[in-house]
């Protein structure tokens, strides 16, 4: 398949990140690597979303915390950024509502319109610039596509950003903001795909945990990227749900042919290894999360 032809992914992880670990980080560049080699998809960026503080789960830190290590996890990092729209607002968002906001963001900010998995867009362009500028999107020899897509995306929110209190290190894109006219793309297949491990899989088959309908549209509509842990099993995982067999098609497994090491790592794993001082915590966290941490006298003495 031509670059054109194939289906341009934003990866989005939605979760507490109490606190982002190493197998957060690996989770999204094993994603990427696995896309990029079915031939069928060009990973242009991934986004880490951290839950609201009123989630209400036992031992979470406040979302200032949260947001300042994941910036620290992915400082270094030319496609992941965090996005702080979830703490921003007054409550708890679901991870449908999650995905549906970026959709509506991205096809806002890049006048494309962003496809869902059974019904794949043929036209995406709606915008037309207002200057003579060139087309963004350039199929080059020399200069990766998907990073300049990414690039000038990421241009256009930081163009639409607005400053809040505290959090000067993060870009926040004003869902109010004045975008103007759309900016002209060529043809492509823009979709949001949700990025997770095989542990919240499995909870969609925990009945009652999650609304049916917002099932529905995040494995139906979006997709879903699994990345297995700890040895999971995901065929029987899908085989335990009805709305993931339905849309079994749209489930894509992260294959890999050994074991890596993080997929074992966790957040409540090194949330354990700090308060028992254990010296494995630098096999979970990178070094400046290290830090911040015991800065911050975080998870120390806390339970959960």
Known sequence: MTETNKAHVILLSC????????????MFEKA???LHKTGR????????SPVHDSYGKPGLVSSRHRLTMCQLAVQSS?????????????TWQTTCSVLEHHRDLMKRVTGCILSNVNTPS????????QNETSTIYQNTANKSVAIKLWGKMSESLGKICCVRPHMERFTFVDENANLGTAMRYEEI???ILLLCGSDLLESFCIPGLWNESDMEVIVGDFGIVVVPRDGADTERIMN???????HKDNIIVVKDEIDHPMSVVSSTKSRLALQHGDGHVVDYLSQPIIDYILQSQLYINASG
């Open 189 to 191: 297949e823009l979709r």
């Open 41 to 48: 998809f060009i990973v242009i960026g991934g986004i880490i």
């Open 122 to 129: 043929t036209t995406p362009v709606i915008g037309q610039p």
């Open 32 to 34: 990427r690597e696995y």
């Open 15 to 26: 979760g507490s990140f109490n606190p982002i670990t190493r197998g957060h980080i690996h």
């Open 240 to 246: 335990h749900s009805s709305v993931l067999r339905k």
């Open 78 to 90: 030319d496609w992941i950024r965090v996005d702080p729209w979830e703490c921003y607002q007054g």
